[in-house]
């Protein structure tokens, strides 16, 4: 059989083309995902991705090179691998980025990837549950939770704290302004993860015009001259052909859309060859300018009872079990992210440069071979993080051979500028200040993590390298642009010198936003299918 479309990678944004370019029959799409269903416990339930976090049947599970930036640390990189890719294993915080990211957006790929642009397809893919303004949508098909009903009572102390350091509460972050400390909206909907695959695809599933593979792990794209026309894939162990009459859609990711388009031959030619790769497009720009987001935790042991004493204990487990199986609430019902917030380093800055973390919880004693984010601690805790939002700092992915079934390599140059190391060390001194104001410091026995020991900017930048890591914001690999030589795709996603090939996804991604990445891999799908369907008249 011979499909108008061949999307491969059932995550945020090839969730979206599936239902997208299907709708009123306009055309039969094949969806190719490697993984399988998500139709599972710790899927459902929101606060069950702490359990997904080292599960290979769900979780790609790569690793990074070991990176000088990071005291020469190989950091664990989870990637979907399931019906709705990252969007089934995140933390399902709902970030649209600044107005002025999709500026930037617009200055590289034009008004189609504007602020205004942008606005209108985000108030048509939501369902706020705050209800609609000028920035919120309603009726769209993914609920987004205003996160009011399952707060744990430090978050209150930490907006208090937040004001009293001169931080404004911000009632929504994807409204007027970004700026400020608030309550995280998440994608979450009557208690249960609202992924991309619950959004998005099961609807079109229902609806018909779409077929679903499973288990089907793309090894290449298939050509006729410069045109794609179909792909390879390997399922139960047999090697098999999908056809397509129109275009094949890489929707794999930042790490595997890369990874697919020079195992197929499009890429830096000297790399390919260098592997016994055949070389049909040399795009020296395929996994380059890899971006990512740096996060760290400080950690306060507390007075007052905080998430620990519940989700430790095998009885307290089992009573919140209950609550949500009853009843849709509770703590299993949201991310452990409740209250954020952003800020500037610097006041002379346009917009902020970090993003905020709030967890009434604490992982400082993880098992053996656990990065801590599993296992809560025997003791009252609270976790104040950060991410930076927009670092100078650039890596790469690249094929460690042409194996299509061996992980790409992973190299992720963090804190390889000057510009990343300075902002990042003032970002860190904020939490202190947070954590020093009177509603949270009358609640504080100590601090834990780094420790009131280090206090130098030396031991800080020290401290922050040991334990830095992804925040899982990966993009960037395949940008957008208009010169081959610097990027992948033109502005309407279709692959440089190459016809019938388009990547979808956040490796597209003109510059990397500031915040959390499910909301714009989510918009990239959407604003993709329109141009795919413009182009087709």
């Not at 339930?45 to 049947?57: A, I, S």
């Not at 987004?144 to 009293?164: E, F, K, P």
């Not at 409740?338 to 800020?343: A, K, V």
């Not at 604490?362 to 053996?368: D, E, F, G």
Request: glycine content about 12%.
């Amino acid at each position: 059989m011979q499909w108008d479309y061949v999307i491969v990678g059932a995550g945020s944004a090839g969730c979206v083309l599936a239902n997208r370019l299907s709708e009123g029959g306009r055309a039969r799409v094949l969806l190719l995902e490697a993984g399988g269903s998500d139709r599972r416990l710790f899927v459902a339930m929101p606060l069950g991705y702490g359990k997904l976090f080292y599960d290979p049947t769900v979780n790609w599970c790569f690793r990074a090179e070991p990176d000088p930036g990071l005291a020469d640390q190989a950091d664990h990189w989870p990637r979907g691998k399931v019906l709705g890719g990252s969007s089934s294993i995140n933390a399902m915080v709902w970030i649209r980025g600044h107005a002025s990211d999709y500026a930037d957006w617009e200055g590289v790929a034009g008004p189609a990837w504007g602020p205004a642009a942008a606005l209108e397809a985000y108030r048509a893919i939501e369902d706020n549950e705050a209800g609609g303004d000028a920035w919120r949508g309603v009726g769209g098909p993914l609920h987004i939770s205003a996160n009011r009903r399952n707060l744990h009572h430090l978050t209150q102390a930490y907006l208090d704290a937040c004001q009293s350091a001169r931080l404004t509460f911000n009632p929504d972050f994807n409204g007027a302004d970004q700026e400020g400390a608030g309550i995280y909206q998440l994608t979450v909907k009557s208690g249960r993860r609202m992924s991309s695959a619950r959004a998005f695809l099961r609807p079109a599933m229902a609806r018909g015009g779409v077929t679903v593979v499973t288990g089907a792990q793309v090894t290449r794209v298939l050509f006729e001259g410069r045109r794609a026309v179909g792909v390879e894939y390997r399922r139960k162990g047999q090697l098999q052909t999908a056809r397509t009459g129109r275009e094949v859609i890489l929707s794999a990711g930042a790490v595997q859309s890369p990874q697919l388009l020079m195992l197929s031959g499009i890429g830096p030619a000297e790399a390919l060859t260098s592997l016994g790769l055949p070389v049909l497009a040399d795009l020296p720009a395929v996994g380059k300018n890899l971006c990512d987001h740096q996060g760290i935790n400080y950690t306060w042991r507390m007075t007052v009872p905080t998430l620990n004493e519940v989700l430790r204990p095998w009885w307290g487990k089992a009573l919140v079990g209950a609550q949500w199986l009853l009843t849709g609430r509770g703590p299993l019902a949201a991310s452990i992210n409740q209250g954020g917030g952003f800020f500037r380093t610097d006041p002379r800055l346009a917009r902020p440069n970090m993003q905020l973390y709030m967890q009434a919880f604490s992982t400082l004693l993880p098992r053996a071979g656990e990065r801590p984010v599993l296992t809560p601690d025997p003791f009252p805790g609270l976790s104040l993080g950060l991410s930076n939002c927009r670092p100078t700092s650039r890596g790469a992915i690249t094929l460690r051979s042409a194996d299509p079934f061996a992980a790409p390599r992973i190299t992720v140059n963090a804190f390889s500028t000057e510009a990343d190391v300075a902002e990042m060390l003032a970002a860190v001194k904020m939490l202190r200040t947070i954590a020093a104001q009177p509603p949270l410091a009358r609640l504080i026995a100590e601090e834990l993590r780094p420790g009131p020991a280090i206090t130098s900017d030396a031991d800080l930048i020290a401290d922050f390298r040991q334990r830095s890591g992804t925040v899982y914001h990966a993009s960037c690999t395949a940008r957008i642009g208009a010169d081959p030589k610097t990027s992948v795709v033109d502005n309407r996603l279709r692959v440089h010198g190459i016809a019938g090939l388009r990547v979808c996804d956040a490796s597209t991604f003109p510059t990397l936003i500031g915040g959390n990445t499910n909301a714009p891999s989510i918009l990239t799908g959407w604003i993709g299918a329109e141009l795919i369907r413009a182009d087709r008249g």
